[in-house]
């Protein structure tokens, strides 16, 4: 699987990726130490804790690793006409206008108009042009979005 990103959050990922893997590691296996010396490991939450506290670590690192392995950088404000990831753009619905970007899932957040291309929106818009009607099932019915503007 490919992830789309900006060169920010791919920065941000391995900055985190970084930190787990030299903080993270050390905080856990200091819990693991002082844990193990409380004594008998089999009724010890403690050290039971401390071995899920591991376990979600290392997924995230893995998960990390997986995301930047697979990273393609979104080209920002490329020229086109036709929608695609990375594109900013100017909708209309219902007589309201709305400005949405569409991003790759690592960075959707739908309350700051950043639309995943994975998102059911987001991908209505890719590969669609100026003047284009879109429209999306939504639980209430169909919405239908006219695309004004594509930067």
């Not at 929106?121 to 009607?133: E, I, P, R, T």
């Amino acid at each position: 699987m490919q992830y789309h990103l900006t060169k920010e959050r791919l920065s941000e990922l391995k900055s985190e990726l970084e930190r787990l893997k030299k903080e993270g590691r050390q905080e856990i296996a200091e819990r693991l130490k002082r844990a193990k010396e409380l004594g008998d490991l089999s009724e010890n939450s403690e050290y039971s804790d401390a071995k899920d506290a591991q376990a979600k670590l290392e997924g995230r690192i893995f998960e990390l690793d997986n995301i930047l392995r697979n990273a393609s950088i979104i080209k920002k404000g490329i020229g086109s006409e036709v929608v695609h990831i990375g594109s900013t753009i100017e909708v209309e619905k219902d007589g309201k206008r709305f400005i949405y970007t569409i991003v790759g899932s690592q960075e959707a957040k739908p309350e700051a108009n950043l639309l995943s291309n994975e998102s059911p929106l987001g991908k209505a818009f890719l590969n669609k042009k100026v003047g284009d009607v879109v429209e999306v099932q939504i639980p209430r019915g169909a919405a239908k979005y006219k695309i004004i503007k594509v930067e």
